[in-house]
């Protein structure tokens, strides 16, 4: 049996370190509370696709959307709270 391999090396090699950086794990970590909220909003509308909508799941929505948007507001308020190096103060 013939075994199958890539001719050709990878176009960008990389880095020995695969491993996420702090900066980058403090980054996802503030953006996680909207990133549940909208899995949140999602999973209520992916209910709507299987039955009809009722006056629960409409609540459900609401609410759910309700929190992406306090959400993402949060994350704007903190966001522009930190300011980078070279902005004016």
Do not use: Y
Request: charge should be negative; proline fraction near 6%.
């Amino acid at each position: 049996m013939k075994s199958i391999v890539a001719r050709h090396t990878g176009v960008t090699a990389l880095p020995a370190d695969l491993e996420p950086t702090d900066a980058e794990l403090e980054a996802i970590e503030a953006e996680m509370p909207l990133v549940l909220a909208e899995v949140e909003l999602l999973d209520a509308l992916i209910v709507l696709l299987h039955q009809p909508p009722t006056q629960i799941h409409s609540r459900r929505i609401r609410r759910a959307h309700r929190r992406v948007l306090a959400a993402s507001r949060d994350a704007a308020n903190c966001s522009a709270g930190t300011q980078v190096s070279g902005d004016a103060a």
